[in-house]
């Protein structure tokens, strides 16, 4: 299988952006690659050059102070960056809230600045898919990948843009926002569960699929509510909560990945 877009992110800051791009692109039509930041060793590293050239499109994903560490040239955002430029790729700059380009860069992806980009809010994350495909993509989609979501799968791909908008949100400590989300994730893991218990004798794989991703989010939210109601947010206990909320919120943005993939 050859690709059509490569995503280059960092695991701090950008993966959940990017997980949440390659799965809209995959559901356009477009051939994606997008892989784990923590297998890059070795010949792994080649193989992301050899994905690079099949590839028309390179999106770089930019979260706030994203190309700080580009300074060090064995960084492998800088080194994507680099190849894409000196094979003349259609390089899409995807600019997070708070990213500023640096005032100066290394000469070999200085060049990055000059790329057309386009910021992306979750606010309004259909429109930006909308003109990040129609605007700035050069890759043709292939009508035929594509497949009509079940309720399931229509689902799932809701309850991903409410994570990844969660987490934005909190990270910008913007509570009225934070309110109406959970509200939100609340909702639709109902839906979730009343999908989980009706398949559990029908399709029982998909039942499990859907009762895990709730049980996943009970494990996340017992924590984070701990932490949230400590009154001491910087005591060793609090922070003890906040890192098995993190922990925990990662496990079900994974789990809800596998299954929309």
């Not at 877009?5 to 477009?30: C, H, N, V």
């Not at 050059?49 to 099949?54: A, M, Y």
């Not at 057309?116 to 700035?136: C, H, K, P």
């Not at 494990?219 to 109601?229: D, E, H, L, Q, T």
Request: proline letters at 3%.
């Amino acid at each position: 299988m050859s690709y059509q877009i490569f995503i280059s992110y960092r695991r701090d800051g950008a993966e959940f952006l990017g997980q949440l791009l390659f799965y809209q692109l995959k559901e356009r039509g477009y051939r994606v690659f997008f892989d784990v930041e923590s297998l890059r060793s070795g010949k792994f590293n080649q193989r992301l050059f050899q994905v690079i050239d099949e590839c028309t499109d390179v999106l770089v994903i930019l979260p706030k102070d994203g190309l700080d560490r580009c300074m060090n040239s064995e960084d492998w955002v800088r080194k994507e960056i680099a190849y894409a430029i000196r094979k003349k790729k259609n390089i899409i700059p995807v600019m997070m809230r708070g990213f500023e380009f640096p005032d100066s860069l290394p000469d070999d992806i200085k060049e990055i600045v000059h790329y057309n980009g386009i910021s992306a809010s979750m606010d309004f994350f259909e429109a930006v898919m909308d003109r990040l495909t129609g605007q700035y993509i050069q890759a043709v989609p292939d009508l035929g990948n594509t497949k009509q979501p079940d309720e399931f799968d229509r689902l799932l791909q809701t309850i991903y843009e409410v994570l990844t908008e969660y987490r934005d949100a909190i990270n910008n400590n913007r509570g009225e926002k934070i309110n109406e989300i959970t509200g939100r994730m609340q909702s639709s893991l109902n839906d979730l569960y009343v999908i989980g218990e009706r398949n559990r004798y029908l399709d029982s794989e998909k039942s499990e699929k859907a009762l895990s991703i709730v049980d996943q989010f009970n494990r996340f939210v017992g924590p984070f509510n701990a932490f949230s109601n400590s009154e001491d947010r910087m005591s060793d206990i609090a922070q003890g909560y906040a890192r098995r909320a993190e922990l925990e919120y990662r496990k079900l943005i994974d789990l809800v990945v596998r299954n929309l993939s």
